[in-house]
Nanobody, 117 residues
């Protein structure tokens, strides 16, 4: 699965951003069968899980973003989105989307999110 992430940018603390990850070259039936996720990596830190949404729509969130971020998917458009509200400077990172099916994992290129204080 080839993934294309977009939507990053610079925002002030308290603001919002919406990230999107598309799989335009993947057929619908393949995309819908994948679990999707967003991860992030801040400078000098390891990549960490932000949120996931399973193929049947079950969502999970890291404690640090719970209540502020919302992950969703639109299988008909082959996209997964991450709505980020009440952003904090600690949310500054490169955000990556991934697709997982069994042992197969695909990563998109990162998109930079910078939150100024």
């Amino acid at each position: 699965v080839q993934l294309q992430a977009s939507g990053g940018g610079l925002v002030q603390a308290g603001g919002s951003l919406r990230l999107s990850c598309a799989a335009p070259r993947t057929i619908f039936s393949v995309f819908s069968g994948h679990d999707m996720g967003w991860y992030r990596q801040a400078p000098g830190k390891q990549r960490e899980l932000v949120a996931t949404i399973s193929s049947n729509g079950i969502t999970t969130y890291s404690d640090s973003v719970k209540g502020r971020f919302t992950i969703s998917r639109d299988n008909s458009r082959k996209t997964v989105s991450l709505r980020m509200n009440s952003l904090k400077p600690d949310d500054t990172a490169v955000y990556f989307c991934n697709a997982k099916q069994g042992e197969l994992v695909s990563w998109g290129q990162g998109t930079q999110v910078t939150v100024s204080s």
